[in-house]
Nanobody, 122 residues
Framework: QVMLVESGGGLVQAGGSLRLSCAAS????????MGWFRQAPGKEREFVATINWSRTTTDYADIVKGRFTISRDNAKNTVYLQMNSLKPEDTAIYYC???????????????WGQGTQVTVSS
């Protein structure tokens, strides 16, 4: 069992930066792949980024490549999402999630946080 709590969301102007954090409970955190997803009003939840348990592999959605960076600290049971050059279209609720397998597929993630709101003003 893994419980996830996101933080770090807020209101930022276009071109600004935010860093999201996701704190996990459970001793097996380091064995899970971790992902970030987002959901904008009226849209389906979409993949943003993922990182494997050993931090050796990451993947990003094309729309955030070069702007967002996912990282994790297994000693702190925390995964991060550094978001730079934010755009109004990045506005969404951002969720972190845990999966036993390294994947970009939403349906394969077993555990989800409650989400944190990110709003980018133009």
């Amino acid at each position: 069992q893994v419980m996830l709590v996101e933080s770090g969301g807020g209101l930022v102007q276009a071109g600004g930066s935010l860093r999201l954090s996701c704190a996990a409970s459970g001793r097996s955190f380091s064995t899970y792949a971790m992902g970030w997803f987002r959901q904008a009003p009226g849209k389906e939840r979409e993949f943003v980024a993922t990182i494997n348990w050993s931090r050796t592999t990451t993947d990003y959605a094309d729309i955030v490549k070069g702007r967002f960076t996912i990282s994790r600290d297994n000693a702190k049971n925390t995964v991060y999402l550094q978001m730079n050059s934010l755009k109004p279209e990045d506005t969404a609720i951002y969720y972190c999630a845990a999966s036993r397998t390294y994947t970009v597929l939403t349906r394969t993630y077993n555990y989800w946080g409650q989400g944190t709101q990110v709003t980018v003003s133009s």
